[in-house]
């Protein structure tokens, strides 16, 4: 009788979880270490240098994971496509809130400084998303793989060590809009999951990544917001995210 690991992509390569660890650990030293060193530094002749140093980064990720997929064949959806259907327009309603008016100070900036902008949000979409919901992903799905709910429990790991790694702007802001990064950081991370776990492809996540930090004060520390929005904002993506992977996990158990 199968089960859901025999679909897991992870579990058809050679990687092994203390090749993952080291290189999860590798990669975010290199990445923070750099992006640190050149926050508020940035320019054109710094920026280029860094996008490539995080192309390949990412590309390092890849190659401690062995693969880009979480499935070897993508399941069927299951039932709960309603639930599917409430999360994409709840993603939808998410970006037009938080990001089309970032965009549009983005597009105000002169050519040099929208270039500065753009790179330096790609290269975060890059080794971001190719480190914690790649990576560091398929990793906890090693070390959960003997359980039910894999996807789940892999989601929220990921989304935690995605949430904590922004304490290193404590070395340039203070610790409460550091706080809040953490949050909406866990929030988003669990939405890319669903992303990553539905389309099983990793490109997705890196756009919507891209999008999210396409900011025009994106190389700025970040100031402290009121909590009361923050939570209405992050709250519910949190839960429909959450939902959204537990309904997909069910699926996935009644289907092997």
Same mark, same amino acid.
Request: net charge positive.
């Given at each position: 009788?199968?089960?859901?690991?025999?679909? !897991?992509?992870?579990?058809?390569?050679?990687?092994?979880?203390?090749?993952?660890?080291?290189?999860?650990?590798?990669?975010?030293?290199?990445?923070?270490?750099?992006?640190?060193?050149?926050?508020?530094?940035?320019?054109?002749?710094?920026?280029?240098?860094?996008?490539?140093?995080?192309?390949?980064?990412?590309?390092?990720?890849?190659?401690?994971?062995?693969?880009?997929?979480?499935?070897?064949?993508?399941?069927?959806?299951?039932?709960?496509?309603?639930?599917?259907?409430?999360?994409?327009?709840?993603?939808? /309603?998410?970006?037009?809130?938080?990001?089309?008016?970032?965009?549009?100070?983005?597009?105000?900036?002169?050519?040099?400084?929208?270039?500065?902008?753009?790179?330096?949000?790609?290269?975060?979409?890059?080794?971001?998303?190719?480190?914690?919901?790649?990576?560091?992903?398929? !990793?906890?799905?090693?070390?959960?793989?003997?359980?039910?709910?894999?996807?789940?429990?892999?989601?929220?790991?990921?989304?935690?060590?995605?949430?904590?790694?922004?304490?290193?702007?404590?070395?340039?802001?203070?610790?409460?809009?550091?706080?809040?990064?953490?949050?909406?950081?866990?929030?988003?991370?669990?939405?890319?999951?669903?992303?990553? /776990?539905?389309?099983?492809?990793?490109?997705?996540?890196? !756009?919507?990544?891209?999008?999210?930090?396409?900011?025009?004060?994106?190389?700025?520390?970040?100031?402290?917001?009121?909590?009361?929005? !923050?939570?209405?904002?992050?709250?519910?993506?949190? /839960?429909?995210?959450?939902?959204?992977?537990?309904?997909?996990?069910?699926?996935? /158990?009644?289907?092997?």
């Amino acid at each position: 009788m199968r089960n859901i690991k025999d679909n !897991l992509a992870i579990e058809k390569t050679n990687a092994t979880i203390i090749g993952m660890v080291c290189g999860s650990i590798i990669i975010a030293f290199l990445y923070l270490t750099y992006t640190q060193v050149l926050f508020k530094k940035f320019n054109l002749n710094t920026v280029i240098p860094y996008f490539l140093f995080c192309f390949l980064l990412g590309l390092c990720a890849v190659f401690f994971s062995k693969t880009t997929h979480i499935f070897n064949q993508r399941p069927k959806q299951g039932k709960d496509i309603i639930m599917t259907i409430i999360f994409f327009i709840g993603l939808i /309603i998410f970006y037009a809130v938080v990001g089309i008016s970032n965009w549009g100070a983005v597009f105000t900036l002169d050519l040099s400084n929208k270039l500065l902008v753009i790179l330096i949000a790609l290269s975060a979409g890059i080794v971001e998303e190719l480190l914690c919901r790649n990576l560091l992903f398929n !990793l906890f799905i090693k070390c959960f793989d003997n359980t039910k709910w894999v996807l789940i429990w892999a989601s929220l790991s990921s989304s935690v060590i995605f949430g904590l790694i922004h304490l290193a702007n404590l070395t340039h802001q203070t610790f409460m809009p550091t706080l809040q990064q953490i949050f909406y950081a866990f929030a988003f991370g669990n939405m890319l999951c669903f992303v990553h /776990i539905f389309s099983n492809r990793m490109w997705p996540c890196i !756009l919507l990544h891209f999008l999210m930090d396409l900011q025009a004060d994106v190389n700025q520390s970040v100031s402290v917001q009121p909590w009361g929005p !923050l939570l209405l904002d992050y709250i519910p993506v949190i /839960i429909i995210s959450v939902l959204a992977i537990c309904f997909y996990n069910r699926d996935l /158990i009644k289907e092997y």
